[in-house]
């Protein structure tokens, strides 16, 4: 790893002066996990609390012909089994998902895909609840499947949506942006064009902690409390308002520490819906929690995009144009989360890094006998599926000219000067200096060197791959009046109290989940006020306690939390000079402040910090009219603007000519997200998003057979990359602040993840040179590189 | 949390009382050692014991001990003792290399020889190290002992000859001089089980050509070992031309299957390529360990 003296070359980090603030400092929130005392789902114990257990489907289409509770309920423990059909009752059978579609709670006409829950049953214990499932007699009628997407709009095809009336396909959505005549007509022109399939298959973000929850309906006053595995807890309170009916006023929406999210815990799945109405037919709390099986089978997977690309550039490596044509498999119910606009996500920044001519996408989304969801593990709404297109095809367009991937990439950037940059599908690029973040990279890795090595290994016969990735992010969302979710705009709230000692509270509409917004939100009020770290409390994740606001995914908190926090700190800061100005008796036009501190202009001794302006404030001073007896604040924070943090990256991989095994040897991620807050957090963040790259790119994916049996059902089978697969990250950083964020911040949580699997794949393509491939898909296991060095590789799906 | 079907658990104190044990519960027990597959089976209910018989407590079955020209190693020993063991590593480098890939140190620690042997999977490396080298398994009964071969104690996938009421306790290895083993494996991930793998033992006269050879295969369906290219080596001295050829003839006498681990051309190119690997490695060592 390269660490750097942040203090010393950045000065948006804070001098050496400036001791209190941003810079490296140990998380907040560490000591309480590392001494086993974080409080998770599965750990909350409530008074009479049952248990419960979802039956899941073994099929991945068919008909529900009848089901048979008697014998489980009548097995020892057994307090209720739940079926559609009562849920039908209560009119929650179906539930709105994210995207304007609905998806069943439980089956009541048919099943949609393998592992949909078919009964619940509430019991004494986890035991007794699971063996009950095996007492429920279940006759199912089984349909033939969609299993590939590819034929899902077949005019043949099996029709998924029957409970959809008039529906007689599998289609979901067309969705376009960019100008395709205009698009076609440089591609006409161009010297070069270069088309290639490229498929994203589906992944899993497989969080440490499976999704779960604890209902708690207390009847005589109506009063709903749930503890929920939650990247959302407003959104998912106002969900649940609409949804059960209940006044969200009786609502409170608790996530407690959160096992990772990766945006598996963004959407409502089947199973929170029933343990609150567990809790309501037995008069007791409920809990239930997935096991792992259940979480990989049944939660929102990722991407599933077959991609045709296309790019056009002249011969001397100008590239001039992007188009796409994207067939998109969302599953049995079209349940991803995205702005309400985009049902592609963002995925229209597929113009990547690049000062393009013309670029144009187009989206088609299906149904598919397959688990619904699409948007997750970190893939700040289909960035992930955007960078990956871009940055292959520039890669094959490299090959293809026989010119450096790094300087091609170089050639093309779009301009520090040229910033806001307006791209061909409607983005505004907030800042940018590509250039120096690549230079950087290739001189961390000895680029020139390597290649070099490079050479002498092929000659050899040594398969030796370096592969490049140049990533923009958009992430942030969004601004209210382009980006919302079911109706509510992408804003977010926070409050700030100081106490009359001088120590303060932040309270967030955001929720970690393991990003450490317990010490950088702390850090952004330090930086501000000018008290430590240690003297702010952060709280966050429970409605009841802060301020409405849509969650944490997409990599917006800091974009959009963190600019609410850095104001809501300003808001404070100057009622504390109305305040101290009285405390001073002086005008408040007369003081001066620096960190922590207001003072008299000419005469820094006289002064009050900011603990002195509290105590003052609760106290009794004198305080000037319209200012109230406290150092208090709130604001809502709606973005001007996405951030567009940026990122180069360089992956060299050794592959075995004999085994086809990919041992990924060094890689060297130099990012940009503007201001750095915590150095050590941003680099724990891009640590464990190389490490979701490198997982993607050599052996993730959700495969499924031909009648929809999902083969990734355990951690047996869907493999996830553990340290021996991953070498020490050596990272470093640029520094180009957002102009419209308040303290010039950008996200970062997910760059990573979208950065690495195209550096990953265009090492092995590279290594594989020889061989004269240009292209093979993900993931790289041993036995695909073999297929593609026998010169036949294979799509996964 | 994944939830097995109900089950009874008792705990072995010697291996005479697991055998007692064992007859009492009848055909639904089963012995649980390592437990790092049979939990995982229970788990997702592939496997529904009645009762749990634990031998974790027999500490008389973990031992490595030299008995004249065999090794002699208890059926509870633990794969990182094993992984661990200079011993083993000097008379037998093809048990290290293979328990250099089997799974990770915390499964490593608990799971056993006698459990892997006992499991049968197809894709089990200890399996096709026994097998290579030879060994011999010791069972016992509430009538006593018997000595089986690899041959005989491997039924097929997942299935030995031990009986209900019986329990492996021994696997004695023989000791020859001039000697040479290897193993290797191609792995999806560190910890996924084998797509192939491959292991040889090679043994040389003492004009160095080769006295005895055994290659044995994991998880692309053989049998037994390779005893084609066996014969083809016998009494040649080792070469490049001859390891290509057994390569060869690996590749033909394996049966594997495509699943998501690879296609099975790729299995059998894998069959050729391993084999090549550990002949070329076990050879080396025999002769180094001749001039030793």
């Known amino acids: 790893m390269t660490i750097t003296d942040e203090r010393a070359s950045n000065p948006a980090a804070g001098g050496a002066d400036r001791p209190i603030g941003y810079g490296r400092i140990q998380r907040k929130e560490d000591p309480r996990f590392i001494r086993g005392k974080g409080n998770y789902i599965d750990d909350i114990v409530l008074p009479g609390m049952l248990h419960s257990a979802i039956l899941r489907a073994p099929v991945a289409h068919a008909t529900l012909v009848s089901i048979d509770t008697t014998r489980a309920l009548a097995h020892p423990g057994v307090v209720a089994v739940i079926t559609g059909k009562d849920l039908l009752g209560l009119k929650l059978a179906w539930a709105p998902t994210l995207s304007a579609d609905v998806q069943a709670v439980l089956v009541t006409d048919k099943v949609r ?236 920044i597929f113009t990547g890094s690049y000062d393009l001519k013309a670029a144009h996408c187009k989206v088609t989304g299906v149904y598919t006998n397959k688990a619904p969801g699409g948007v997750a593990y970190a893939c700040s709404f289909r960035v992930t599926e955007a960078v990956y297109l871009v940055e292959r095809l520039v890669d094959i367009l ?22 806001p940059y307006k791209n061909k599908t409607g983005w505004e690029y907030d800042s940018g200096n590509y250039e120096p973040a690549m230079r950087l990279s290739m001189q961390i890795a000895g680029y020139e060197e390597l290649r070099r090595e490079q050479k002498e290994k092929r000659e050899r016969g040594e398969l030796m791959g370096i592969g490049v990735s140049f990533f923009t992010e958009t992430v942030g969302a969004g601004p209210r009046k382009h980006m919302d979710i079911v109706g509510l705009g992408m804003a977010d709230g926070a409050e700030l109290r100081v106490h009359p000692t001088g120590k303060a509270v932040v309270r967030l509409s955001v929720q970690s989940q393991g990003q450490g917004h317990e010490t950088t939100f702390a850090q952004i009020v330090a930086e501000e006020l000018g008290i430590p770290p240690e003297d702010i409390d952060v709280v966050h994740g429970d409605t009841d306690q802060t301020p409405f606001g849509l969650g944490t995914y997409g990599s917006r908190s800091t974009p959009v939390s963190g600019a609410a926090v850095a104001l809501v700190a300003r808001k404070v800061r100057d009622k504390a000079r109305f305040i101290a100005a009285a405390m001073l008796e002086t005008r408040p036009e007369d003081l001066e402040w620096e960190k922590g501190r207001w003072f008299v202009k000419g005469d820094p001794s006289i002064g009050k910090t900011i603990a002195e302006i509290s105590m003052g404030a609760h106290g009794t001073v004198e305080l000037p009219e319209g200012i109230d007896g406290n150092l208090d604040a709130e604001v809502t924070y709606d973005p001007p603007n996405l951030t567009f943090p940026f990122g180069a990256y360089i992956c060299v991989v050794d592959i075995d000519p004999g085994t086809g095994h990919v041992k990924v040897r060094r890689f060297i991620a130099v990012d940009d997200c503007g201001t750095r807050i915590n150095p050590m957090i941003i680099e724990g963040q891009v640590h464990g998003g190389l490490t979701d790259g490198v997982g993607m790119a050599l052996m993730e994916i959700i495969q499924f057979d031909e009648d929809g049996n999902n083969l990734g059902g355990s951690f047996m089978d869907y493999l996830i990359p553990t340290a021996m697969e991953v070498p020490n990250w050596e990272t470093g950083f640029t520094v180009t602040p957002s102009p419209h964020h308040p303290i010039g911040a950008k996200g970062v949580g997910e760059s990573a993840t979208v950065g690495s699997p195209p550096a990953v794949v265009n090492a092995v393509v590279d290594a594989l040179a020889p061989f004269g491939v240009v292209h093979m898909d993900m993931p790289c296991t041993p036995g695909r590189v073999w297929e593609a060095m026998q010169g036949r590789p294979r799509p996964p799906i | 949390m994944q939830i097995p079907a109900p089950f009874d658990y008792a705990r072995a104190s010697s291996v005479d009382d697991a055998l007692a044990l064992l007859e009492r519960h009848g055909p639904e027990s089963l012995i649980v050692a390592g437990g790092h597959s049979l939990l995982p089976m229970m788990k997702l209910r592939l496997a529904r014991p009645e009762w749990l018989i634990d031998i974790n407590d027999l500490f008389e079955l973990d031992f490595i001990v030299r008995d004249g020209d065999r090794l002699r190693v208890g059926a509870m020993t633990r794969h990182t003792t094993l992984f661990e063991s200079d011993e083993v590593r000097r008379l037998f480098p093809i048990i290290t290399d293979a328990e250099r890939t089997i799974a990770d140190p915390v499964v490593r620690n608990r799971g056993t020889i006698g459990g892997s042997l006992c499991q049968a999977d197809p894709a089990e490396d200890l399996s096709t190290v026994c097998i290579v080298l030879g060994a011999e398994a010791v069972i016992r009964g509430t009538a006593g002992e018997r000595v089986v071969s690899m041959a005989e104690f491997h039924v097929g996938p997942y299935e030995t000859s031990v009986a209900h009421n019986e329990l492996l306790v021994e696997v004695r290895l023989p000791i020859r001089p001039r000697s ?113």
């Open chain 1, 113 to 348: 895909f393998q592992g949909q829950e078919v009964a619940f049953v509430v019991a004494n214990d986890r035991y007794a609840a699971r063996d009950a499932l095996e007492l429920i007699d279940v006759e199912y009628d089984v349909l033939p499947p969609v299993i590939d997407a590819r034929k899902a709009l077949d005019p043949g095809a099996p029709v998924i949506r029957t409970d959809i009336e008039g529906k007689t396909d599998n289609h979901i959505f067309d969705w376009e942006a960019g100008d395709a005549a205009e698009t076609d007509a440089v591609f006409a022109s161009a010297d070069v064009v270069i088309s290639q399939e490229i498929v994203y298959p589906r992944v899993h973000p497989a969080p440490m902690e499976t999704c779960g929850a604890v209902a708690d309906y207390e009847p005589i006053e109506g009063h709903l409390t749930l503890y929920e595995t939650t990247q959302a807890p407003h959104a998912h309170r106002t969900l649940f308002a609409i949804v059960a009916g209940i006044p969200e006023h009786k609502i409170r929406i608790v996530s407690p520490d959160i096992g990772g999210g990766f945006g598996n815990k963004v959407g409502i799945y089947p199973g929170y819906i029933l343990a609150v109405v567990g809790s309501i037919v037995t008069g007791k709390p409920v809990k239930w929690v997935e096991d792992r099986s259940e979480n990989l089978m049944s939660t929102s997977f990722a991407r599933d995009y077959i991609m045709q690309g296309e790019i056009a550039a002249t011969k001397d490596g100008t590239i001039l144009a992007l188009r796409t044509n994207v067939l998109a498999d969302h599953g049995a119910f079209n349940a991803t989360a995205q702005p309400t606009k985009y049902p592609a996500g963002f995925f229209h």
């Open chain 1, 398 to 419: 490299a090959r293809k000219l026989e010119m450096d991937p790094a300087e091609l990439r170089i050639k093309n950037f779009i301009q520090p000067e040229q910033f």
């Open chain 2, 180 to 292: 040479g083993s290897a193993y290797e494996k191609v792995e999806r991930r560190v910890g996924d089980w084998a797509v192939a793998a491959a292991g040889a033992s090679v043994s040389l006269a003492e004009d160095g050509t080769i006295d005895h050879v055994a290659i044995g295969l994991t998880a692309i369906g053989l049998d037994g070992t390779v005893t084609e290219a066996e014969a083809m080596l016998h009494g040649k001295a080792p070469s490049e031309e001859l390891f290509v050829e057994a390569g060869r003839l690996a590749a033909l006498a394996c049966d594997p299957l495509a699943d998501q681990r690879g296609a099975i051309d790729y299995k059998r190119h894998l069959a050729d390529e391993l084999t090549r690997r550990v002949l070329r490695r076990a050879s080396s060592r025999a002769a180094e360990a001749q001039e030793g």
